[in-house]
């Protein structure tokens, strides 16, 4: 799973947290299974996109057989345009909501500041 394998056409929020994860998600992946952890049967697409990647470790998908790992002027690869749905509202909510997101009210007590200035004493 990766919050970052969105379907074409469909862009993410500016939610600080969702950023975060669109980033550390498929790098710890990477990091955990290798840099082929897409071709592992499981995490396989049902339909490859742009499949360049070829050779390395955990490498298990056969290696595209015969095909080059460039892009081809024999037998040109068709792309469609990407064209993303945003939504103004949506992205107007967002940023109000991000803007306000680190405000401090005093409810919420000091912080730990107490707890972290203990120590100093000795």
């Not at 082929?36 to 990647?53: G, M, S």
């Not at 409810?107 to 500041?113: F, H, R, Y």
């Amino acid at each position: 799973f990766s919050p970052s394998h969105l379907v074409p056409g469909v862009e993410p929020s500016a939610d600080p947290v969702l950023q975060a994860r669109l980033f550390s998600y498929p790098d710890t992946h990477r990091h955990r299974l290798g840099v082929n952890y897409q071709q592992i049967p499981v995490n396989a697409p049902l339909h490859a996109f742009n499949p360049f990647q070829r050779d390395g470790a955990m490498a298990v998908n056969g290696n595209y057989g015969a095909n080059p790992n460039y892009p081809s002027s024999y037998c040109t690869l068709t792309y469609k345009q990407h064209s993303p749905i945003t939504s103004d509202t949506h992205q107007k909510w967002s940023a109000q909501a991000v803007m306000h997101f680190n405000e401090v009210v005093p409810e919420q007590g000091d912080g730990g500041v107490g707890i972290a200035n203990a120590g100093t004493d000795l």
